[in-house]
């Protein structure tokens, strides 16, 4: 994120220590439903939870060294867990944990802008958008922000799609 344009509410959500944080927490969760199936003694997941720690330069570090940001984050915990670090990651891809994580970043950005559009529509306008959609799809109006009347079919094709087309591209698909 371009520190400039971002409020300090979103850029923490999509910072790398957030990331990380994230990762780690996948990561407990998966060790605590190892522990469970019984598959991981629960002694390791309470003591994993208070000791687990990463440094963000030391992953950086040993990512030089092994080219593979998973690895190097993983050696990163294993070096606060010792011996508890076989317990982690136990089963999983590299894409288990950061897809699920992204998610969880998404689902957190998500709720930070819900709360925006909220200060930017009243419940009501959305409500009525909503059923009038319902009834006449395409062929409905809406009341956008600032109470601006647009019809779905120009929202859709002027504004929504170019931003969709925007922020695929800037991610490459």
Not at 36 to 50: A, D, E, F, N, W
Not at 63 to 87: C, P, T, W, Y
């Amino acid at each position: 994120m371009i520190g400039r344009y971002s409020r300090p509410e979103m850029a923490r959500i999509w910072s790398e220590q957030s990331q990380f944080q994230k990762w780690l927490e996948v990561e407990i969760l998966a060790s605590e439903a190892l522990a469970y199936l019984g598959k991981v003694p629960r002694s390791v997941v309470s003591r994993i939870k208070k000791k687990a720690r990463f440094d963000i330069a030391r992953i950086r570090e040993i990512e030089k060294e092994v080219q593979h940001e998973m690895i190097a984050f993983l050696s990163s915990l294993a070096e606060s867990l010792g011996n508890d670090a076989r317990f982690i990651h136990v089963g999983m891809t590299s894409s288990d944990v950061m897809d699920t994580a992204l998610a969880l970043q998404f689902k957190e950005a998500s709720c930070l802008l819900s709360e925006d559009v909220r200060e930017l529509m009243e419940f009501d306008h959305a409500k009525t958008n909503f059923v009038n959609v319902a009834q006449h799809g395409l062929d409905s109006t809406m009341t956008w922000f600032n109470g601006k009347k647009v019809s779905v079919q120009r929202l859709i094709l002027e504004e929504l799609l170019p931003i969709a087309e925007k922020g695929l591209k800037k991610v490459k698909i």
